[in-house]
């Protein structure tokens, strides 16, 4: 399999650029067997049914990307992917350094007079380690100087940098928003649950597999970097009684089948593509992604060639992808794919 077998046309116009200032009045592809159909994400609580457990990534992005200077005056950004470390009120993360080789380990960078990030060892492709240090604490730093990590085809400045976080985001750690979830508010969840769903919670630290292109010829040699995971015990103990598991996002089904495979929480680097036997998820609440990523590959694995269908229509009926974009409920295809 090869990148190129997961490409097709997207035009800049079906790009969305900012979100909706309604969230569930994304539109919502739905495909669960019985033929398409165009709702909203609003009308999910008529789509689940009681025995369903709806899954959420309730990870919270973090302002994780800094405008650093050098003592010489000169310009570095820093987008922070992962804390490996923390003692005090200095903290140890992986981060990517733009430009990486103007930066000579040891060199210290800074923000305002209350944060210094010293960049230290080169780990390739652009990621160094670097260690914060704020006297007021370093998220408290974060909140000061960052800015929230939008993806690079995002051309318009976010007004509200909660627009990019879930309603039910938790714990500050990730470097990107799980983005099915945008669409979700209080109200939806509580309504789904009115309709005998059962809405549970883990976490996936989302990662550098955001921002990196698949850049190999061949999926077999794509080396996927591990994301820390937990899941509870609640959650999955319903997630194994369950009549059907919705998972939200790409993200929680990588978390979802990562504990079926080992433990519930830890590092997963599993990349999940043709062929793949899924043991936990039944149903997939997704965004719409980039041509070539391995969350479409992942989607490809799910739901087998017919995704291409599906986008098509999707396109063809003027859907917004990406990000900020609509979403689409699709059921797990059962004839094809599992090893």
């Keep these: 399999m090869r990148p190129a ?8 116009s079906s790009i969305a650029q900012e979100p909706l200032a309604d969230r569930p009045s994304a539109r919502l592809l739905v495909d669960l067997g019985d033929g398409v159909r165009h709702w909203t994400v609003r009308d999910l609580p008529d789509l689940v049914r009681p025995g369903d457990v709806l899954v959420l990534n309730d990870t919270k992005v973090l302002p994780a990307r800094l405008h650093l200077t050098k003592e010489t005056g000169g310009a570095v950004e820093v987008l922070l992917l992962e804390r490996r470390g923390a003692e005090g009120t200095v903290e140890d993360w992986e981060a990517l350094v733009r430009p990486s080789r103007r930066v000579p380990s040891g060199m210290p960078l800074s923000a305002g007079d209350d944060l210094v990030v010293t960049v230290g060892d080169d780990l390739g492709e652009g990621r160094r380690r670097v260690r914060l240090e704020a006297a007021g604490g370093v998220l408290a730093a974060l ?4 800015e929230m990590p939008l993806p690079p085809y995002l051309s318009t400045v976010l007004e509200d940098p909660d627009r990019y976080q879930t309603v039910y985001a938790d714990r500050p ?26 809405v549970e919670r883990l976490e996936l630290v989302v990662g550098l597999d955001t921002f990196r292109p698949v850049t190999v010829d061949d999926l077999d040699d794509h080396e996927m970097h591990s994301e820390a995971f937990s899941v509870p015990d609640a959650t999955f103990e319903a997630c194994v009684s369950a009549e059907r598991v919705i998972a939200v996002g790409t993200t929680t089904v990588r978390a979802l089948e990562a504990t079926a495979r080992g433990d519930q929480e830890g590092r997963t ?10 043991r936990v998820v039944d149903v997939l609440l997704t965004n719409y992604h980039l041509p070539g990523s391995t969350l479409l590959v992942l989607l490809d694995a799910f739901a087998g060639p017919r995704w291409r269908q599906l986008y098509a229509t999707a396109l063809a009926e003027g859907y ?7 979403a689409m409920l699709v059921a797990r295809d059962r004839q094809g794919g599992a090893s």
């Design 5 to 12: 077998d997961f490409r097709y046309d997207l035009p800049d």
């Design 143 to 146: 909140d000061r100087h960052g």
């Design 173 to 198: 750690a990730s470097a990107a928003a799980p983005t099915a979830g945008l669409h979700l508010t209080d109200e939806v969840l509580d309504a789904c649950r009115a309709a005998g769903a059962r």
């Design 269 to 278: 680097d599993l990349f999940i593509r043709r062929p793949f036997d899924f």
């Design 320 to 326: 917004r992808f990406l990000s900020f974009g609509d």
